[in-house]
């Protein structure tokens, strides 16, 4: 049973940092890609950073040089830590097991955490 279990969001001021933890389990983790989505009221969900099995990293280039995706196989733990917040990064942060063989070609998603950055 694939389980992603998301942690680290909250309220936070605008040029405050935040680390969000996502717990993986259920299938290979050091075998699949990962990534950080985000979903703000009334819009689509939208990618914010994925990660390959080898640790090639792709960000929106709205994030780009303030937030670092990053995986520790260890712990089958994937992390996002974001930098000079800004209110438009306000939203709900979801972690997602990206499609694979190991996934029967589907994207698994987490429960989602709200981060929201004040003005």
């Known amino acids: 049973q694939v389980q992603l279990v998301e942690s680290g969001g909250g309220l936070v001021q605008a040029g405050g940092s935040l680390r969000l933890s996502c717990a993986a389990s259920?299938?290979?983790?050091?075998?699949?890609?990962m990534g950080w989505y985000r979903q703000a009221p009334g819009e689509q969900r939208d990618v914010v950073a994925t990660?390959?099995?080898?640790?090639?990293?792709i960000y929106t280039d709205s994030v780009k040089g303030r937030f670092t995706i990053s995986r520790d196989n260890a712990r089958n733990t994937v992390y996002l830590h974001m930098n000079s917040l800004k209110p438009e990064d306000t939203a709900v942060y979801y972690c997602a097991a990206l499609s694979s063989y190991n996934l029967g070609f589907r994207n698994y998603w987490g429960q989602g955490t709200q981060v929201t950055v004040s003005s």
């Open positions: 259920g299938f290979i983790f050091n075998a699949n890609a």
């Open positions: 990660i390959s099995s080898g640790g090639t990293t």
